[in-house]
Each structure stands twice: as C-alpha cells, then as structure tokens.
C-alpha cells in the first residue's frame, strides 16, 4: 500500500518547511470539507502533520496536541478526524479509494501521539498492475489493460498436458473429416459430369453414376461415424481438464487460510469452481473441435476455390469478409441489445413473481391480493410489449442478413452461367464450385464472433489461476514437529489485527495451566473471539508467540495440532448427511458406542433418540429441520467426540436453555477434567465453573480473577454482572407482578 | 453556501406534510424532534458540528439523512460518533436561516456523491465497466463492478453509481440524458 505518494516539487517544500525534512507518509487530501475536488496532501513527519494544497501549508500542528486520531467512514468518503485542545478537529477529507490508507495513517498518528513504537507488519498489497502500473480494481489480481492472454493459455496447456495423445488423434480425426466434407462436392461433379450431362460426345456412364452416388452416401456415412467419434472423445478430454482444474481450484480453497476464504465471497469461489471451470471445458471443446475444423475449411475450401476459377473464387472471397462483418454487427448493436433488454424485462417480472409467491403469506395478510394483481399485469404487459418488439425487429432483420450471406452466391450463379453459355465450364464444376462457396461463410462469421468469447474464457482461465496461485496465508512450518498437546497454553506479547492499521488485541499475556478453565468476558469487539481464532492458528500472530507446552504452535502441523483441538461455534454448521455422519465428522473412525457416549456428554442423545430415525436422522442444509438449541447439541458432541486436549467454546452454549445449559455443562465438567478449556460467554452464569475469568477490554486484558475476586475488585466484571442482574430482575419483577395482576383479574 | 441551495433544499422537504400530527404511533415511537425552541446548533472551531439540546452539550455531531435520495433535507437524525441518536430535525424551517445553512452543509459533508453532467464514455470489458464523465467536481474516471446492485435506480428517475472504491456517483435524472448518454447506459439498468 502506497503510504508515501511522492510529491509535486512545490508542495513537498513546503510540506518539508511544515513537518521537517524527513516526510514519512503522504496520503492524497483529494477533497475539500464543501466537496470539491482538491490537489491536496495530508502529510506526517517525525513529530508533525500538515495539510498541504498547491505550494502551501494550509494547516499544521504537532502530532503529540491531538489524541484519538480516528479514520470516519461518511457515504462516498471518508474524513481523519482527531481530538485537539478538547475538541474533535477534521484534519483531512478524501475520497473512498484512499480510505484504507487513512486508516493506517490514523493508527500510526496514535502510536506517535502515545510515543510508542509505530506497529506496521504487514503492509496490505497495493492494488496495482505491476507491468503498467496502473491501478487495480479491488478483488481482482489481474489488469485488464496488459492481462496476458498467451501466458493464460500456456498454463491451460501445461494442465492439458495429460491429455496430448487424446489431442493428436482428435486432429488427425478433424483434418479427415474435413477432407471428407470437401469431397462431397467434387461427387457431385462427377455425377453431374458424367451421368447426368455429360460433356458432348461422351456417354452417360451408368457406373460413374452409381460410384458417385455410393461415393456421396459413404462420405456422409464416414463424415457422420467421425463426428460421433470426435465429440466423444473431445466431451471426455475437456470434461477430465475441467475436472482437473476444479481439483486443483477446490483442493487450494481447503488449503487456504480463513482469511483469504473470509476475504472471498462465498458465492465467488463457489463460481470459480463450478462456472469458471465449465467456461474453460466449453473453450476447449469449441476450440478443438469447431474451431480447428473451421480453420481447416476456411483454408481448403478456399484453396479449392482458387484452384477451381480464380475469378470466381474473387468474386466470392471478397464480399465475404464484408458480409460477416455486417452480420456481426447487425448481432452486436442492434439484436443483442435487443434480447438483452427483453431479457432483463423477464428477469424482472420472474423475480417479482418469485417475490410475491413466497410472500404470498404477507400479502394475504395484509389483504393486498389486488394490488399484486395490478402490480403483476403491468410486469407481464411489459415483457410482451418488449417481446413483441424485438421478435419483430428480429423477423424483419434475420432475412435480410440471410440474403445478404447469399449474396456471393448469387454472383457466381450470374457469372458462372454465364462461363457455362460461352462454354467455359461445365454444370458440375459450376454445381461444385457453388458448393465450396457456401461453405466459406460459416467460418469467416464463426470466426467473426470468436475474440468476445474467446476473452471471455481468458477472464475465466485468469480468475482460475489466481486462486490455484495463491499463497496461504497461516503457512506450514518449513519441518513441521508433530506434538501431543498436554495443554499448556502461554501468550506472550501477542499483538494481532486482521488489518495490520487495526489491532485487535494488544499486548497479551497469559498463562494457562493444563487443565484449567478460563472463561473469557467482554463486551463484544473486545477480541474475544480473535483470541480463540488465534490459538486455533486460523491466523497467525502479527508479534510475539503462542506456545502450547513450550512449542511455537507455528512449529505444530496444522492438522495435528487442529485434531487436538475441540471447537464449537455459536453459528453451528452442520453438513448434509445423518446425524451420525455430523457427529462423526470430527473422528471418522468412531464407533457406534462411541458416538452414543459424545451425544450423552452434549445431552443430545435423548432428543436423538426421540427422533423417528434416530441417529439415522437425514438433516436437510444446514440441519434446518432441528431447532438452534439442538443443533448446537450436535455441535458439541462433534467436539468431544475427538477427545480434545484443549477444548474451546465459543457461545457453545447460548442458544439453550438454562436447565439444558447447566445439565451440558455438568458433563463437559466431568469431561473438562484434566483438560484445557476456554469458553466465551456473554451469558455469565455459562462461566460459573471457570477456574480463571479474563476480561478483555479494547483488545487488551483488563481484569484476570476467580470470579470472587474480580467481584471485589468492583471493575469492568463487576459492572457487567451488576448489568444483567438488573436486567434479570426487572424481567422476573413484571413477570411476578403480571402474575398477581393475572390473579386479580381472574378473583373479580 | 448560496440562500439559492438552501431554497432547493427546502422545496424538496415541502412535499412532506409539515403539520405533525400526534397519534398512537408517534406516542409509541416517541422521537425526540429538535427544533429551534429546543436545540441549537453551532461549528466548533475544529469544523465539526455541535449540538445543545435541553441544556445538554454534544461536541461532534453528524447529520444523518432520512431519506437521502428522496427528500435530503427532511427528518435529519441527528447522531453522535458513537451512533445515538440525539433528536431529529424534522424539517429546515425549524430552525433560523444560519442554522439551516449549517445543517445542508453538514449533509454535504456526510454524503458525498458527485452529479454526473455529461457521460464521456462508458465500455465494458471483462465483467467491469469503465466509465469517464463531467461531473459537478470535475471530469472523474471510475470502474463498476459489473453484475448487480452497483447501478441501480433509488427513486423513479434517479440513478446512483457506485465504483469499485466505494465512491458514488448521481445521474439526477436518466430522462434527460441524451439519446447517445442513454445508449452508453441503458444495458445497465
């Protein structure tokens, strides 16, 4: 990320007069409080900041005056504000595009103003294109100005590569075919020629007609068996490269870290692998089979012509070009637009349908039948208006490019009886030669159309490889140590944010025994959460270490130091499958009894076995056919099941109810013995049987006690037990007054 | 700021009914709406706007839009940093001339979304769209992300833009675009 823009000559002498010599960060100030655009600059130096637009300092003062310095995202920009004398100041207005920079630059000024080492780890990448330079468009790692289209495709050959043998036959098949398509008019001469009229002085030849005709017959015969052949085998080659490559696209994603996958929408990655990948099987299979072909009759078609009468040959040659273009364009700027805009007028009217359909309960409720059938009609009078439209445009145009491809040929029947009355070619040359012409256009318009899709599935190929490219960002260590976790836990001066200007958690240290269990409390923001994502290793540390029993757990392969870790989430997710499959997920070779004995520790076993199929129960997505509460159950039993060193609950129990909450957290007690736990809750009874409390506050640990002592300590633990007490208490108070008032009621 | 923007301002919020009317609704809702007998608003010398309400002081307030695209300058909440809301301004005429000066200004701080005069040129490539135009703060070049939800209409006629940054962009009135600005967008809307 570019933090220090250089500077027109002018400006940076007056922001050096401003900040002292050395400017350490110089971010655009693009915008003026009233919203015009401005060439200003906001500049940091060692213990200063200025404001500089056009050769002069508008503004200045001295980092360490201000405190709190804030990036505020507004709509459509953003302002660095910060607290000076008292009250709140605006330093610097600007648009979206700089807002990240901002918020570095505000995290930097606060560590300047507190004097305390200035904490970058890692610098965001910036988003520019490294051949030009250009910016990049966020999200994206290839620029669309200087994207290599030959190296796109060189990638796609060496994954191919498997496949070459299956390539070379597929060829030699297309090159055959075609022959045989060409051969099909030079028949027709000859049956035209010698039987059908022959040339003066000769006879009808009875075998030549029967010859010509098996010949044509077993042309189509061949040409047809060929083509059956060449689909065939061309539909298994691009469907085992496109299989490949989703391989490759979905092995990566389960080898990224979280934060690239959290970064990515969901739905984008589910693109690449599915509509990407199928992009890519289409261009292979149109490419080497329609193209290729294509290539092959345009060539020989065209040889043939000139062979035949070069004349002629020119008279057909040269419209052609000009024809297809014109085609295409007629497609391009007149059709497409046509049936795209008839298509988005569908679109429309089907996802309103789809709206009211599935809220047909909230219309019916609100008695608004009449006007969704108002509503409705005029959606449908729009599409058959625009239907009407462009099916008539279409009717008139399709016909006239129709008879403008024919065109050529028109020509050479003109020229060519022509030829034939003053005897200078025959009826089957003619026949045959016309034959040939009609076969030229097909591949000029074919490949008329080629580039758009053919950039198409670039884009495709491109957005592929980013993802297999991609790095991971939690990486295995170089010899990774396989370790029996006894639980141990230490953090030492861990400083970690998602986004290196912000830091999550500050400053941690903590000690956690084997065996212990801590409870972690705090408002929510406060890093709870992260704290666990990081002993978990879906991230790693910005500074300092975690060790579980003294080992760096960089230092542990992954899947060894995950197996030993048991998570349960407060959004639970459970796969498609039964719930022994769920539950099994997290030892796959669990035994049935072993699978009982989880479910009984997470109380799940009773309602499991209420259900009609037991533990045979299909869950449908996400297990939306049980409620939150027993989901979570499943949840908690996947945990046990893999007999975890260290055990995290994150909310596990929050959405149950209190009775079912303390009957779990009995048996996770019995369970817990000898094991390392740490468990967020906001719901504070949830803790009661913590050994240690930590209380986070801002990304920092405030308070450590038993829950006794922090109570004496009457501090952040205090209040936020104070809070929901009272909280408790009013609801229990007008429940018991609503009671007696019910009493009352019912005594008059 | 002209009186001249503060008047357009105001005709918009002319077209809501101004006679408050009290009902169950606004008994239960129970907004707290600040007028000029209730609150006074002042810039602090750091530019940010300040607030006093029933005696209390609030130092960094902003002016949030109701309705931002429909009518601006009615029912202003008024917010602190920490996004309580204080009151609302239900409409300009509740306050004096300087008062109601202050608050359009404040709305322009908060919303920022330069108007599209001219369409320069708007092409299409690879899923983005790559737009230039004259706008009220100078010609600007910007990308759209393709698909949906980036261009989209927020009242009948007007359109609003968001490039890949975030940054927005208005096109008031599509209607009276012409006929070659229509065509440049008529395949995103």
Same mark, same amino acid.
């Given at each position: 990320?570019?933090?220090?823009?250089?500077?027109?000559?002018?400006?940076?002498?007056?922001?050096?007069?401003? /900040? @002292?010599?050395?400017?350490?960060?110089?971010?655009?100030?693009?915008?003026?409080?009233?919203?015009?655009?401005?060439?200003?600059?906001?500049?940091?130096?060692?213990?200063?900041?200025?404001?500089?637009?056009n050769?002069? /300092? $508008?503004?200045?003062?001295?980092?360490?005056?201000?405190?709190n310095?804030?990036?505020?995202?507004?709509?459509?920009?953003?302002?660095?504000?910060?607290?000076?004398?008292?009250?709140?100041?605006?330093?610097?207005?600007?648009?979206?595009?700089?807002?990240?920079?901002?918020?570095?630059?505000?995290?930097?000024?606060?560590?300047?103003?507190?004097?305390?080492?200035?904490?970058?780890?890692k610098?965001?990448?910036?988003?520019?294109?490294?051949?030009?330079?250009?910016?990049?468009?966020?999200?994206?790692?290839?620029?669309?100005?200087?994207?290599?289209?030959?190296?796109? &495709?060189?990638?796609?050959?060496? /994954?191919?590569?498997?496949?070459w043998?299956?390539?070379?036959?597929?060829?030699?098949?297309? &090159?055959?075919?075609?022959?045989?398509?060409?051969?099909g008019?030079?028949?027709?001469?000859?049956?035209?020629?010698?039987?059908?009229?022959?040339?003066?002085?000769?006879?009808?030849?009875?075998?030549?007609?029967?010859?010509?005709?098996?010949?044509?017959?077993?042309?189509?015969?061949?040409?047809?068996?060929?083509?059956?052949?060449?689909?065939?085998?061309?539909? @298994?080659?691009?469907?085992?490269?496109?299989?490949?490559?989703?391989?490759?696209?979905?092995?990566?994603?389960?080898?990224?870290?979280?934060?690239?996958?959290?970064?990515?929408?969901?739905?984008?990655?589910?693109?690449?692998?599915?509509?990407?990948?199928?992009?890519?099987?289409q261009?292979?299979?149109?490419?080497?089979?329609?193209?290729?072909?294509?290539?092959?009759?345009?060539?020989?078609?065209?040889?043939?012509? &000139?062979?035949?009468?070069?004349?002629?040959?020119?008279?057909?040659?040269?419209?052609?070009?000009?024809?297809?273009?014109?085609h295409?364009?007629?497609?391009?700027?007149?059709?497409?637009?046509?049936?795209?805009?008839?298509?988005?007028?569908?679109?429309?009217?089907?996802?309103?349908?789809?709206?009211?359909?599935?809220?047909?309960?909230?219309?019916?409720?609100?008695?608004?039948?009449?006007r969704?059938?108002?509503?409705?009609?005029?959606?449908?009078?729009?599409?058959?208006?625009?239907?009407?439209?462009?099916?008539?445009?279409?009717?008139?145009?399709?016909?006239?490019?129709?008879?403008?491809?024919?065109?050529?040929?028109?020509?050479?029947?003109?020229?060519?009886?022509?030829?034939?009355?003053?005897?200078?070619?025959?009826?089957?040359?003619?026949?045959q030669?016309?034959?040939?012409?009609?076969?030229? &256009?097909?591949?000029?318009?074919?490949?008329?159309?080629?580039?758009?899709?053919?950039?198409?599935?670039?884009?495709?190929?491109?957005?592929?490889?980013?993802?297999?490219?991609?790095?991971?960002?939690?990486?295995?260590?170089?010899?990774?140590?396989?370790?029996d976790? $006894?639980?141990?836990?230490?953090?030492?001066?861990?400083?970690?944010?998602?986004?290196?200007?912000?830091?999550?958690?500050?400053?941690?240290?903590?000690?956690?025994?084997?065996?212990e269990?801590?409870?972690?409390?705090?408002?929510?923001?406060?890093? $709870?959460?992260?704290?666990?994502?990081?002993?978990?290793?879906?991230?790693?540390?910005n500074?300092?270490?975690?060790?579980?029993?003294?080992?760096?757990?960089?230092e542990?392969?992954?899947?060894?130091?995950?197996?030993?870790?048991?998570?349960?989430?407060?959004?639970?997710?459970?796969?498609?499958?039964?719930?022994?499959?769920?539950?099994r997920?997290?030892?796959?070779?669990?035994?049935n009894?072993?699978?009982?004995?989880?479910?009984?520790?997470?109380?799940?076993?009773?309602?499991?076995?209420?259900?009609?199929?037991?533990?045979?129960?299909?869950?449908?997505?996400?297990?939306?056919?049980?409620?939150?509460?027993?989901?979570?159950?499943?949840?908690?039993? %996947?945990?046990?099941?893999?007999?975890?060193?260290?055990?995290?609950?994150?909310?596990?129990?929050?959405?149950?109810?209190?009775?079912?909450?303390?009957?779990?957290q009995?048996?996770?007690q019995?369970?817990?013995?000898?094991?390392?736990?740490?468990?967020?809750?906001? %719901?504070l009874?949830?803790?009661?049987?913590?050994?240690?409390?930590?209380?986070?506050?801002?990304?920092?640990?405030?308070?450590?006690?038993?829950?006794?002592?922090?109570?004496?300590?009457?501090?952040?633990?205090?209040?936020?037990i104070?809070?929901?007490?009272?909280?408790?208490?009013?609801?229990?108070k007008?429940?018991?007054?609503?009671?007696?008032?019910?009493?009352?009621?019912?005594?008059? | 700021?002209?009186?001249?923007?503060?008047e357009?301002?105001?005709?918009?919020?002319?077209?809501?009914?101004?006679?408050?009317?009290?009902?169950e609704?606004?008994?239960?809702?129970?907004?707290?709406? #600040?007028?000029?007998?209730?609150?006074?608003?002042?810039?602090?010398?750091?530019?940010?706007?300040?607030?006093?309400?029933?005696?209390?002081?609030?130092?960094?307030?902003?002016?949030?839009?109701?309705?931002?695209?429909?009518?601006?300058?009615? !029912?202003?909440?008024?917010?602190?940093?920490?996004?309580?809301?204080?009151?609302?301004?239900?409409?300009?005429?509740?306050?004096?001339?300087?008062?109601?000066?202050?608050?359009?200004?404040?709305?322009?701080?908060? !919303?920022?979304?330069?108007?599209?005069?001219?369409?320069?040129?708007?092409?299409e490539?690879?899923? !983005?769209?790559?737009?230039?135009?004259?706008?009220?703060?100078?010609?600007?070049?910007?990308?759209?992300?393709?698909?949906?939800?980036?261009?989209k #209409?927020?009242?009948?006629?007007?359109?609003?833009?968001?490039?890949?940054?975030?940054?927005?962009?208005i096109?008031?009135?599509?209607?009276?675009?012409?006929?070659?600005? !229509?065509?440049?967008?008529?395949?995103?809307?």
């Open positions: 990320m570019n933090l220090n823009y250089s500077l027109p000559p002018d400006d940076r002498e007056a922001g050096q007069g401003a /900040v @002292g010599e050395d400017i350490q960060f110089c971010i655009p100030a693009n915008l003026s409080l009233l919203g015009r655009r401005m060439s200003g600059w906001f500049l940091v130096g060692e213990s200063r900041w200025a404001y500089v637009e050769g002069e /300092v $508008k503004q200045s003062g001295e980092i360490a005056e201000g405190s310095y804030k990036m505020v995202p507004l709509i459509g920009n953003v302002i660095l504000e910060c607290e000076l004398f008292g009250g709140k100041t605006i330093l610097a207005r600007s648009t979206m595009e700089h807002a990240a920079r901002y918020g570095y630059l505000s995290q930097v000024l606060n560590d300047k103003a507190s004097s305390k080492k200035v904490r970058m780890y610098r965001e990448e910036e988003a520019s294109c490294a051949t030009c330079g250009g910016a990049l468009i966020p999200g994206t790692r290839v620029c669309p100005r200087c994207m290599n289209k030959g190296a796109a &495709f060189k990638r796609l050959f060496a /994954v191919s590569g498997r496949h043998k299956s390539f070379i036959l597929v060829l030699v098949i297309l &090159f055959a075919s075609s022959g045989l398509a060409l051969l008019p030079y028949f027709q001469k000859l049956l035209i020629n010698g039987a059908l009229q022959p040339a003066a002085g000769t006879e009808a030849s009875t075998t030549l007609f029967f010859s010509a005709i098996a010949g044509m017959v077993g042309c189509l015969l061949v040409a047809e068996l060929l083509g059956i052949t060449r689909n065939r085998m061309m539909a @298994g080659i691009s469907s085992g490269i496109s299989a490949d490559l989703r391989k490759l696209v979905y092995d990566k994603t389960q080898s990224l870290s979280l934060g690239f996958m959290t970064s990515q929408r969901a739905g984008d990655m589910m693109n690449r692998i599915t509509s990407d990948t199928e992009r890519i099987r261009l292979i299979q149109e490419l080497c089979t329609t193209a290729v072909y294509q290539l092959i009759m345009l060539v020989a078609a065209s040889t043939l012509l &000139f062979m035949a009468d070069w004349r002629l040959a020119i008279v057909v040659l040269l419209p052609a070009p000009i024809v297809a273009y014109l295409r364009y007629i497609w391009k700027n007149v059709l497409n637009r046509l049936f795209h805009k008839q298509w988005r007028v569908y679109d429309k009217a089907n996802s309103f349908l789809h709206d009211v359909l599935s809220g047909i309960r909230v219309v019916k409720a609100f008695g608004k039948e009449e969704e059938i108002k509503r409705f009609r005029e959606y449908n009078a729009n599409y058959a208006a625009m239907t009407l439209k462009s099916e008539k445009l279409y009717s008139i145009l399709s016909p006239i490019t129709n008879y403008l491809i024919q065109l050529g040929q028109y020509f050479v029947l003109l020229i060519g009886c022509n030829l034939i009355l003053r005897s200078e070619m025959s009826i089957g040359e003619l026949i030669f016309s034959a040939y012409a009609s076969m030229i &256009f097909g591949p000029i318009s074919w490949l008329m159309f080629m580039p758009r899709w053919v950039a198409n599935a670039i884009v495709s190929i491109e957005r592929i490889f980013s993802v297999i490219d991609e790095r991971p960002e939690v990486e295995e260590a170089r010899q990774p140590i396989k370790h976790i $006894k639980g141990h836990v230490q953090f030492k001066d861990v400083y970690f944010g998602y986004k290196s200007y912000e830091a999550v958690l500050r400053d941690i240290n903590l000690e956690i025994k084997p065996g269990m801590i409870g972690l409390v705090g408002h929510s923001g406060s890093g $709870k959460s992260t704290l666990i994502n990081l002993l978990s290793r879906f991230y790693d540390v500074e300092g270490v975690i060790t579980i029993d003294g080992v760096d757990i960089r542990i392969e992954q899947s060894e130091l995950r197996s030993q870790i048991g998570v349960v989430l407060q959004e639970t997710f459970l796969f498609n499958g039964s719930i022994m499959d769920n539950i997920y997290a030892k796959t070779d669990a035994t009894e072993e699978v009982i004995e989880a479910a009984r520790i997470a109380n799940a076993h009773n309602f499991i076995i209420g259900q009609a199929d037991g533990y045979d129960t299909m869950l449908d997505e996400n297990g939306s056919n049980l409620s939150g509460g027993e989901r979570q159950r499943l949840a908690i039993a %996947r945990a046990v099941l893999g007999n975890p060193r260290l055990l995290i609950l994150d909310e596990a129990t929050a959405s149950l109810d209190i009775e079912t909450e303390s009957a779990i009995e048996a996770l019995r369970l817990a013995r000898g094991r390392t736990t740490v468990a967020i809750a906001h %719901r009874s949830t803790l009661r049987n913590a050994d240690r409390l930590i209380v986070l506050e801002k990304g920092r640990i405030a308070e450590t006690g038993t829950h006794t002592e922090l109570m004496q300590k009457k501090g952040i633990y205090y209040k936020l104070q809070a929901q007490r009272e909280m408790s208490t009013r609801i229990d007008e429940f018991v007054s609503g009671i007696s008032e019910e009493a009352e009621a019912g005594a008059v | 700021m002209t009186t001249k923007t503060i357009a301002a105001t005709e918009q919020s002319e077209q809501v009914s101004t006679e408050p009317v009290i009902t609704l606004a008994e239960a809702a129970a907004i707290t709406f #600040l007028d000029r007998s209730n609150a006074s608003f002042r810039l602090t010398e750091g530019g940010m706007l300040a607030v006093e309400h029933d005696g209390k002081q609030h130092e960094a307030v902003y002016v949030h839009s109701s309705f931002p695209h429909s009518n601006r300058a009615s !029912y202003l909440s008024i917010r602190t940093i920490e996004n309580k809301e204080i009151g609302i301004v239900r409409q300009l005429e509740d306050f004096d001339e300087a008062t109601a000066e202050l608050l359009v200004q404040q709305l322009q701080v908060r !919303y920022f979304a330069p108007q599209i005069n001219k369409l320069l040129k708007v092409k490539e690879f899923g !983005y769209s790559y737009w230039e135009a004259e706008t009220d703060s100078g010609i600007v070049k910007f990308t759209v992300r393709g698909g949906v939800g980036q261009i #209409l927020v009242t009948p006629v007007r359109l609003l833009i968001t490039d890949v940054d975030g940054n927005r962009f096109i008031p009135d599509y209607t009276a675009l012409s006929d070659k600005e !229509y065509r440049m967008i008529e395949l995103y809307m």
